[in-house]
């Protein structure tokens, strides 16, 4: 039932099982009951109504014929109103039910992962995806629904808080250090051998860019400013023949290296990771995902971000100056202008006012993780030599260790691939394929070269309410209340990803997840009308405690027992329960039943009196009553 939200209303005394609670609620009825029969008993004492008084204990059948009998007379009101009491206090335990709001607690208890794989859907989904409201996002996002769905079978009532065990990290130190050697890009070093996981080094090109003229000494590539050890940066003119080609490339992709000689890109699947057309062209969009690369015994786990908001416009219309200051400082700072900023700034708007194209950005690595970010101003031409539109692109990429574990049992090819290296694919902690290639530089004859295993284990992506990539305005192409939400939400974000994912490729049992379950429970108005009862009972007994009401508190039974001395366990005067229950049989005298009783005795209505005896009621009427004090009260 829906009631005013107040304490006293909502279920919150615990009673451990709906038992227990249909106990106290039957007991609360009973007690009403016994009130209820005190209370008209004492009415028929007042009217000296012994007759009514019989008839409150037979059925409704009686009681029925017995108020048909007397006509709308008093004792057919009292035994109407009797029974309509009755059975107005039998729905009383009903009623309490009725006041259930909601009628438990919910309470919960911490299991780890590894106790619940058994309840684990078959294949749950790896990828989930968050979408809210464009201009409110947090009135319709619920984090904990997006990360909880598809992954435990229905009935299961649980919670991912976010919570994991952490873990080691280790890292090697690295081979080479960031320079424009091929083997001098950002990456995380894992091994002796080369096994690391880097960031895509070539998506700030295409076409013929790598040979134009460039502040990386001839080639559009990333290179170490003077006296910087942990820091790559490029600015690149774009020619608009190649502006198409580098508006395909994908932002975000990670580059793995599983020694010096063999690497690969960790490519989102086509079949089911929209990130691979998203990742391309212009939009606003952004995708987490947490990955495990494993070679050997050694796994590591990541966690990879990337975002990227996209301005565009098309001729004969082109980007406003004011348009791109506010886009890149709200991409490139925190909001507030700094000289840098003005620099970068003023890098687009002269390659906006010779209308060319440009390109520039970062790498940055440490031990642990790397970041990326760049901005693109790209011409876009329709085949000849008139540009289509004009882009304005901003991306940011992050990839971080998280974990580092060793395996006790090292993943094997799923599938034979003779003389060719390979390595598993899997996704959602599932190995789906076995990726054959020939080695370089030469294939391994008689034998397989097993790499490792790529484990895609889950992402997340937001492609709506980040804001409108196909927009010339910066405001709209990337939200302040999408933005807004994305600070406050982030981080627990991550911690749900990591969560969800390690319960799908990792080790289950450092994850922590909430169990809930309800738990029977009654509100205080509902004790309070438990309780009640029991005082209108003490009630009613003290007011019926008096002797002489003792026959309108027993039975019919007692009383003939008491009138007929078949009993003498208490005086006639004195009306109670029988401690010692005589033996009553039925008889038959000729032609009649009677009751016989111990020692040959019977039970018989008797017409004719003896004389010389004389009878009185044994509670006269209140007006006889009234009558005696007054000749009692002249005597005196």
């Known amino acids: 039932m829906n009631f005013p939200h107040s304490h006293l209303f909502v ?3 615990v009673v451990e099982h709906n038992a227990v609670k249909n106990i106290l609620f039957r007991a609360a009825t009973i007690i009403l009951d016994y009130v209820i029969l005190r209370v008209f008993a004492f009415i028929a004492f007042q009217c000296r109504d012994y007759t009514s008084f019989l008839i409150f204990a037979e059925d409704i059948v009686q009681k029925t014929l017995f108020v048909v009998s007397r006509g709308f007379r008093r004792q057919a009101l009292l035994v109407a109103t009797f029974a309509v009491f009755m059975t107005a206090v039998g729905f009383y335990d009903t009623l309490l039910w009725g006041l259930d709001d909601p009628g438990f607690v919910l309470r919960r208890r911490v299991v780890d992962g590894e106790t619940l794989a058994p309840q684990m859907v078959e294949s749950p989904a790896y990828i989930n995806y968050i979408s809210a409201n464009l201009t409110h996002p947090s009135t319709e996002n619920n984090l904990n629904t997006t990360f909880n769905a598809n992954l435990y079978t229905p009935g299961l009532n649980f919670t991912l808080p976010g919570i994991f065990g ?3 990290v280790e890292v090697a130190p690295p081979l080479h250090p960031l320079s424009l050697h091929e083997n001098g890009t950002a990456r995380i070093w894992l091994d002796d051998d080369g096994f690391a996981v880097g960031l895509d080094p070539n998506f700030m090109w295409a076409g013929d860019m790598i040979f134009q003229n460039s502040t990386t000494s001839g080639r559009c590539y990333p290179s170490n400013p003077l006296g910087e050890e942990v820091t790559q940066t490029w600015r690149c003119t774009v020619p608009d023949a190649d ?6 490339n994908i932002h975000g992709q990670i580059l793995m290296w599983w020694d010096e000689d063999h690497s690969e890109y960790l490519m989102p699947q086509r079949i089911d990771n929209p990130w691979k057309s998203l990742g391309m062209g212009g939009g606003t969009a952004m995708m987490k995902q947490v990955f495990t690369v494993t070679k050997g015994h050694r796994r590591h786990t990541f ?3 990337v975002i990227k908001a996209t301005m565009l416009s098309f001729r004969p219309n082109i980007l406003d100056d004011a348009e791109i200051t506010d886009f890149m400082r709200r991409t490139w700072s925190n909001g507030t202008a700094t000289p840098a900023l003005k620099t970068l700034t003023d890098f687009i708007l002269y390659a906006k006012g010779n209308d060319t194209g440009t390109t520039f950005g970062s790498f940055t690595q440490w031990n642990t993780s790397l970041g990326s970010t760049s901005t693109e101003l790209i011409n876009v031409r329709d085949g000849g030599n008139d540009t289509l ?10 990839i971080t260790l998280i974990r580092s574990e060793v395996l006790y049992n090292a993943p094997t090819p799923l599938e034979p691939c003779p003389g060719l290296t390979c390595r598993n694919l899997a996704t ?6 076995t990726n054959c290639k020939s080695t370089t530089p030469s294939k391994v004859e008689g034998s397989t070269l097993f790499l490792g295993q790529v484990d895609t284990s889950a992402v997340t992506i937001i492609n709506d309410f980040l804001g409108d990539g196909t927009s010339n305005l910066s405001s709209v192409a990337l939200t302040d209340s999408g933005v807004s939400w994305l600070n406050a939400n982030e981080k627990q974000m991550d911690q749900l990803l990591i969560s969800r994912a390690v319960l799908l490729g990792g080790s289950r049992g450092v994850v922590k997840v909430f169990i809930e379950y309800t738990v029977p429970a009654i509100s205080v108005l509902q004790l309070v009308l438990c309780v009640l009862p029991i005082a ?13 009401m003792s026959y309108f508190k027993g039975s019919f039974l007692a009383a003939v027992l008491a009138t007929t001395h078949v009993s003498t366990s208490y ?6 329960y029988i401690h010692s229950m005589p033996e009553i049989s039925l008889q038959r005298d000729g032609r009649h039943v009677i009751l016989g009783t111990p020692g040959g005795g019977t039970i018989a209505h008797t017409t004719l009196e003896p004389r010389g005896l004389v009878y009185e009621p044994l509670m006269p009427a209140k007006d006889e009553q009234l009558e005696m004090l007054g000749v009692h009260h002249q005597q005196l």
Not at 389 to 398: D, E, G, H, V
Not at 536 to 548: M, Y
């Open 428 to 433: 959602g902690g599932v190995v789906r394929s």
């Open 243 to 248: 502006g198409a080609a580098l508006f395909s």
């Open 11 to 13: 279920s919150s005394l």
């Open 536 to 548: 209108l009972a003490i009630l009613a007994h003290f007011l019926t405690r008096r002797e002489v």
């Open 303 to 305: 966690l990879s971000t």
């Open 389 to 398: 539109y004009t882009a304005l692109r901003f991306s940011t990429t992050n």
């Open 571 to 576: 005086s006639c005067e004195k009306l109670g």
């Open 166 to 168: 952490e873990g080691l």
